[in-house]
């Protein structure tokens, strides 16, 4: 694994991981069932022990940003070592997610007013839009390591990509005016 990748592993799980310090300061005001799933309505339908929720999700999040990252360092090395930027910026989509997802788990059981299906629809809207403009953007070698079977020609590879690119964009758009709508 190169320099950059160790980098960005021990800095993405550092991330994942410091959420337990917002846990660490709010444990005591905190009820000994954490909600951990919610209904389309805000409503909490899915609690977890609060040591499960405050430690063991971030911890568990950590684990699978580390294989995610370890296993495309050693499966995407392109002809020139650059990764794809596409794989740049998922790089750090599961330690932002942790970080999110964590503070409104904990925002939750303290009473703040937090709407967690327009928290998620944001951020699936940003990603899904992100994803969408660099798909289009990703070159054949990319697309012949990337997907499986591989695409049978460059222009058929162009014209997936660029199909999924606008889809991408398209369901980002309608997640993102669904906050509106909700």
Not at 4 to 15: A, E, F, P
Not at 51 to 58: D, T, V, Y
Request: proline share 7%.
């Amino acid at each position: 694994m190169e320099k950059k990748s160790k980098r960005t592993l021990i800095l993405s799980v550092l991330t994942c991981l410091l959420p337990i310090l917002l846990g660490i300061a709010f444990y005591s005001k905190l009820p000994e069932q954490m909600p951990i799933h919610f209904t389309i309505n805000d409503v909490p339908d899915n609690y977890a022990p609060k040591k499960f929720a405050l430690f063991g999700i971030p911890v568990i999040m950590a684990i699978v940003q580390a294989i995610c990252i370890i296993f495309t360092s050693k499966v995407n090395k392109m002809k020139n070592n650059e990764k794809p930027k596409i794989l740049k910026i998922m790089e750090w989509f599961i330690p932002i997610l942790t970080v999110l997802i964590y503070i409104i788990m904990v925002e939750v059981p303290l009473g703040s007013d937090v709407y967690v299906g327009k928290s998620v629809c944001l951020i699936l809207g940003i990603l899904f839009i992100i994803i969408g403009n660099y798909l289009p953007k990703m070159s054949y070698e990319v697309g012949k390591v990337t997907f499986h079977p591989a695409p049978k020609s460059e222009k058929s590879f162009r014209k997936m990509s660029r199909f999924m690119g606008y889809s991408f964009i398209a369901v980002g758009i309608i997640l993102l005016i669904m906050i509106i709508w909700a």
